[in-house]
């Protein structure tokens, strides 16, 4: 049989970007104009970024095992959440990280894995990253990925999006970032 997954609730987008000073001042000058700057996708070329679902109050979750549907406690979902480790923005010698993106999608993702005979809600892996050092906002979680079984969905597929609205970019001292990651606080050699 299939089990599928499905939440249901905000995507996010985020982008972390090591800068100096003066870019970071240039950041705040332009604000959420900075996206105006460059082509759409720019702000995502680094490989400090994250797309996934953000963990809310309101989100939803449903699983279903053929067509039952099933139990899932949703608070087991923050109990996987790690702090965000970015090592290439980490790593960098520059004193400011800037986050730019979007939180705000209505979507859904589902995954879905064929084979599952029995459904035990422990063989769940929910791959979360905290985001809460960078945005100063307790329990941020994205949700970007999830396991069962050890193993990987079959199929993953994103529900219709209706829109999004971009964050105002925010400029956060690497100290704060190497601090919540647990790595000293001096500047990268």
Known sequence: MNLNLTITGMCCDLALHPVDDATAARVCLLGENLYKTNSLEWWRASG??????????????????GDKLLEIEPSKVATDAVTLTQRECIDSGEDKVCLLGYDDESCSHSWTWSGVEAFDP?????????????????????????????????????????GFTFREPLVVGMDVVRAACGVPSEKAA
Not at 127 to 143: E, K, P, S
Request: aromatic share 10%; net charge negative.
């Open 48 to 65: 400090n970024n994250t797309c996934g679902m953000r963990l809310t109050a309101d989100s939803r979750l449903e699983a279903r095992l």
């Open 122 to 162: 422990a063989k769940f892996h929910f791959i979360v990253q905290r985001w809460d050092h960078i945005l100063g906002v307790a329990d941020y979680l994205v949700l970007e990925d999830v396991l069962y079984d050890g193993r990987p969905a079959d199929g993953a597929i994103w529900g219709q999006s209706e």
